[in-house]
T-cell receptor, first 116, second 111 residues
Framework: GAVVSQHPSRVICKSGTSVKIECRSL??????MFWYRQFPKQSLMLMAT?????????EQGVEKDKFLINHASLTLSTLTVTSAHPEDSSFYIC????????????FGEGSRLTVL | QKEVEQNSGPLSVPEGAIASLNCTYS??????FFWYRQYSGKSPELIMS????GDKEDGRFTAQLNKASQYVSLLIRDSQPSDSATYLC???????????FGKGTTLSVSS
């Protein structure tokens, strides 16, 4: 099956700093990747759709200047949380599907961000 | 606004029983449906997918789809404690679109 790898799995940072999370498709090329965020005991909320070589599409209410997404290659998308604050503490999960697939999403392991 | 509704639970069943999880969705354009299982602190993993009306069985899992009623369900037979997790329903609308998840149903299987 398709494998998506995400790094780091856990990160703790101080308020006001920036954090970068990487998402890689290991055995397939992903034209599109999706970034989700999950707060405790809540469902996955789509943050943005990342398209290779073009600007990401953000969901309503997600600040594009705060959550910078770069999808520079067909196997790598990055999410940078800029000037992080405690309310940004969450579980961030990336995913991708096969370009000619059935729509099934393959998820990375997730990155748990804690902002002190 | 596309919506996916699930009973958040918790749904508690004894080991060996059948667990029934339900999901309704608002978008009639949805082409197929996915059930994911998510253990606490982990990312979701695919359990079942279903594309046509009717039943689809895979081991202890059976997905049921009724597009006219905009309803999809997941039955877990012979429930095991290892099935204790949150189950997420997600309709799929076509190429390039993301999955929009329901809030999920938390299942607890007691031994």
């Amino acid at each position: 099956g398709a494998v998506v790898s995400q790094h780091p799995s856990r990160v703790i940072c101080k308020s006001g700093t920036s954090v970068k999370i990487e998402c890689r498709s290991l055995d397939f090329q992903a034209t599109t990747m999706f970034w989700y965020r999950q707060f405790p005991k809540q469902s996955l909320m789509l943050m943005a759709t990342s398209n290779e070589g073009s600007k990401a599409t953000y969901e309503q209410g997600v600040e594009k200047d705060k959550f910078l997404i770069n999808h520079a290659s067909l196997t790598l998308s990055t999410l940078t949380v800029t000037s992080a604050h405690p309310e940004d503490s969450s579980f961030y999960i990336c995913s991708a599907n096969l370009d000619r697939g059935t729509g099934e999403l393959f998820f990375g392991e997730g990155s748990r961000l804690t902002v002190l | 606004q596309k919506e996916v509704e699930q009973n958040s639970g918790p749904l508690s069943v004894p080991e060996g029983a059948i667990a029934s999880l339900n999901c309704t969705y608002s978008d009639r354009g949805s082409q197929s449906f996915f059930w994911y299982r998510q253990y606490s602190g982990k990312s979701p993993e695919l359990i079942m997918s279903i594309y046509s009306n009717g039943d689809k069985e895979d081991g202890r899992f059976t997905a049921q789809l009724n597009k006219a009623s905009q309803y999809v369900s997941l039955l877990i037979r012979d429930s095991q404690p290892s099935d204790s997790a949150t189950y997420l329903c997600a309709p799929y609308e076509g190429a390039g679109t993301a999955l929009i998840f329901g809030k999920g149903t938390t299942l607890s299987v007691s031994s």
